[in-house]
């Protein structure tokens, strides 16, 4: 063969070994990608951000407590909240009266058993100051055309009980809120926090309760936040 020949021969050769090489290192290059699932594979999500900015807000609750075996109590009252920004509040106050509610436990054992247990303690008023932080922003479809917003908040904090028998009893307490936001500014929260009370005859346990009340939004425009996952 010519000299030109085994040139073009090689040089022929030399293109396919690059074009291997070259569709080996793809195949390398996205051999990950390749594997993942459809849900795994990377996405690019577009995230809004809220439409209004949390302020003041005042509210109303009714919430339930059942303390001991003989007395379950119902508590009405009002609580006040400053928000710093959208994540973080103070609430400044929670008061509440409270309102006892026998299970018929005691009144059972002196007519069914002659027994006289020890008169149990009734809880008369709560009051109590928390740190509330707001981490999680929600949006709910409802009736398939209708968008309603929300967030979830932990609660962390503390107070004082007043109680016929030991007086004032203080407490710490931790919980979560779900806030459902209604038109012009009206809220509903379920409301729960578990209530440590700081002394031994005095039983801690979980309070669930519904909140309404009015936070004087203020609104914002939303912006599309794009986050590839």
């Not at 809880?123 to 009736?143: D, F, G, N």
């Not at 009980?161 to 929260?189: A, C, D, H, P, Y």
């Amino acid at each position: 063969m010519t000299p030109s020949i085994i040139n073009k021969c090689y040089s022929l050769r030399m293109k396919i070994v690059l074009f291997l090489c070259a569709f080996i290192l793809q195949i390398f290059c996205h051999a990950d990608e390749m594997s993942l699932s459809d849900e795994e594979k990377p996405k690019v999500v577009a995230i809004t951000t809220r439409p209004y900015v949390l302020n003041k807000e005042l509210g109303v609750y009714y919430s339930y407590l059942p303390l001991d075996h003989f007395n379950h109590f119902q508590i009405y009252g009002m609580n006040y909240q400053n928000y710093f920004n959208d994540y973080l509040a103070w609430e400044i106050f929670n008061v509440g009266h409270s309102q006892a509610i026998s299970t018929g436990l005691e009144e059972r054992l002196k007519t069914e058993f002659g027994a006289l247990p020890e008169q149990s303690d009734t809880l008369e008023a709560i009051y109590s100051t928390s740190l509330v932080y707001t981490p999680i922003y929600m949006k709910h479809v409802y009736r398939k055309n209708e968008i309603k917003y929300g967030d979830l908040s932990f609660v962390l904090g503390g107070g004082q009980g007043r109680f016929t028998k030991n007086g004032g009893v203080g407490f710490v307490q931790v919980g979560f809120s779900s806030r459902f936001i209604g038109q012009e500014g009206f809220n509903l929260k379920l409301d729960t926090r578990y209530i440590v009370f700081l002394n031994s005859a005095v039983e801690s346990n979980l309070s669930v309760g519904l909140v309404l009340s009015y936070n004087f939004i203020k609104k914002s425009e939303t912006e599309l936040v794009f986050k590839e996952e």
